[in-house]
């Protein structure tokens, strides 16, 4: 079993920045991928970000050059900078493991962007 635990959201003003953690604990395997997806009101989950165990990333297109996500192997966390934050990145933001073709998530957490 894992258990993944969120850190990280508030509430910013458009243009701010924050960060967000996300630390994996249980039954954890070398090989995975970690990521950050979110959810608006009205809207699909959308993949955000996602990083591999070999340091590989993907962004999605709303985000590229302004989020940036890395991880911390020995720690078993992943994170994700966001800057340049807009209202419309308002969102639950859920972190999300995928190992072994299981697929693991946080409890989510809220990320509001103010104009």
């Known amino acids: 079993q894992v258990q993944l635990a969120e850190s990280g959201g508030g509430l910013v003003q458009a243009g701010g920045s924050l960060r967000l953690s996300c630390a994996a604990s249980?039954?954890?395997?070398?090989?995975?991928?970690m990521g950050w997806y979110r959810q608006a009101p009205g809207k699909r989950r959308e993949l955000v970000a996602g990083?591999?165990?070999?340091?590989?990333?993907n962004y999605s297109d709303s985000v590229k050059g302004r989020f940036t996500i890395s991880r911390d192997i020995a720690k078993n966390t992943v994170y994700l900078q966001m800057n340049s934050l807009k209202p419309e990145d308002t969102a639950v933001y859920y972190c999300?493991?995928?190992?072994?073709?299981?697929?693991?998530w946080g409890q989510g957490t809220q990320v509001t962007v103010s104009s």
């Open positions: 999300h493991l995928s190992q072994t073709l299981n697929d693991y």
């Open positions: 249980g039954r954890i395997f070398s090989v995975n991928t």
């Open positions: 990083i591999t165990s070999a340091m590989r990333t």
